[in-house]
């Protein structure tokens, strides 16, 4: 089941990667607040949908759950508006990589410190390592793009 579920988070992180891309050119050329309505209208029907649907009934809803758990909405809007703004201009590579720099980091905060209910895991030499190769994946992909985008000014 371990398994199973890491390859579905994998697959899910492919699909944000495409969304970003995809919503990034959107967003180059509509607008970066509009590409993100139509994400947020879009996730809003199909979530409404779903729950409607197939949501089994809960102990609690959204108006009685701590205040505190409800801002993760917000998170969710700020990443959807610095992404559609960063991969026209820094390339779908490296705004992953970064996203996932901050993902990373933050993770492993929230396990050293336990915080939001999470269980404590503490902050050993693997995981600083994990974030020390992560930071060279960044500046290579980073390197790369500015070579490329070099050579692409040089052939025009």
């Known amino acids: ?77 700020v990443y959807m508006l610095v992404i559609v703004f960063a991969v026209p201009r820094v390339g779908t590579a490296a705004a992953t990589v970064a996203v996932i720099s901050g993902q990373l980091l933050m993770s492993l905060l929230i396990d050293n410190a336990g915080w939001f209910g999470n269980a404590v895991i503490q902050l050993d030499t693997s995981r600083m390592v994990a974030i020390g190769l992560l ?10 793009n500015t070579a490329a985008k070099a050579d692409q000014a040089v052939a025009h």
């Open 135 to 144: 930071a060279v994946a960044l500046v290579l992909i980073y390197k790369s």
């Open 1 to 77: 089941m371990l398994v199973t579920m890491l390859l579905v988070v994998v697959l899910g992180g492919a699909v944000l990667c495409a969304q970003s891309a995809v919503n990034g050119r959107l967003g180059h050329e509509v607008g970066v607040l509009e590409s993100a309505w139509l994400t947020f209208v879009m996730g809003a029907m199909v979530s409404f949908l779903y729950a409607f649907l197939f949501e089994s009934p809960h102990a609690m809803n959204l108006f009685s759950v701590p205040r505190w758990q409800v801002t993760g909405a917000f998170f969710g809007v």
